[in-house]
């Protein structure tokens, strides 16, 4: 096991407001990345049928000529609140502040952490995105702790790549410190992965009954927490729809 080369990123994966011209600043910056991004859903992805794996269409092709590192899309289930291209950088500070044009916006991209596999193959995979104040990118990440009803509503996300989707069912979310061992990649079947699901599972805020074992693929989304710590929430391979 080895801690994620993003460990110290996502100490950086928060809402910073100054004053005056600043804040003026990152208010059109906020604007400009959601404009953003919702024109590259617009082009890129398109509504298709009622099955988890069928509920979108998205044009790798097209967004890999205007972005090679994009490997992915994640989208929350039933939400129009994530739903974003996935990138992957040599390094995890590549796409900190940087959007899927190569434009350099403070609400960058949402991006995998470098060390994992980036078929998404790994026991323990991290993605990362910043805790926005409209909502945008990781922001509504924290309406799980926030918001009643909001975990209800939305149990599962997905991750669609060119070849297969991947379907989630959320079994755990928590603050954390920046230090977490959460932020360990490099697992595999046995004791060691096993521990630290249970770690996981003993954190979260919530009691899911989601079953986890050894066996199965993670993937954590990582934000910044309005407590200055950072909030993670954790969702278990539960299918794989091969296209």
Not at 52 to 78: E, P
Not at 119 to 148: A, P, Q, V
Not at 208 to 225: A, K, Q
Request: glycine content about 10%.
């Amino acid at each position: 096991m080895k801690k994620s080369s993003g460990l110290l990123i996502a100490a950086g994966i928060l809402v910073v407001g100054v004053g005056g011209c600043i804040v003026g600043r990152q208010l059109y910056q906020d604007f400009q990345s959601k404009q953003t991004y919702e024109e590259i859903e617009t082009t890129y992805v398109t509504d298709s049928g009622d099955a988890w794996y069928d509920a979108m269409t998205v044009d790798f092709a097209g967004l890999k000529q205007t972005n090679s590192d994009v490997i992915g899309w994640l989208y929350l289930d039933g939400s129009d609140v994530i739903s974003y291209p996935i990138l992957q950088g040599e390094d995890d500070s590549e796409y900190l502040h940087k959007d899927l044009l190569g434009q350099e916006l403070k609400a960058g991209s949402i991006f995998l952490e470098s060390g994992n596999a980036s078929d998404f193959s790994d026991y323990h995979t991290i993605i990362y995105g910043h805790n926005m104040r409209d909502g945008s990118m990781f922001g509504s990440l924290k309406k799980y702790h926030s918001e009643e009803g909001f975990y209800e509503e939305h149990p599962y996300f997905t991750v669609f790549t060119p070849s297969a989707a991947y379907h989630y069912e959320i079994f755990g979310y928590e603050d954390v410190s920046a230090t977490d061992q959460v932020y360990t990649i490099g697992y595999g079947p046995g004791e060691a992965y096993s521990d630290f699901l249970g770690y996981l599972k003993s954190k979260s805020y919530l009691d899911s009954g989601v079953d986890v074992s050894d066996e199965d693929r993670v993937i954590t989304l990582s934000t910044c927490s309005t407590s200055g710590r950072r909030f993670v929430v954790h969702g278990v391979l539960k299918d794989t729809h091969v296209y």
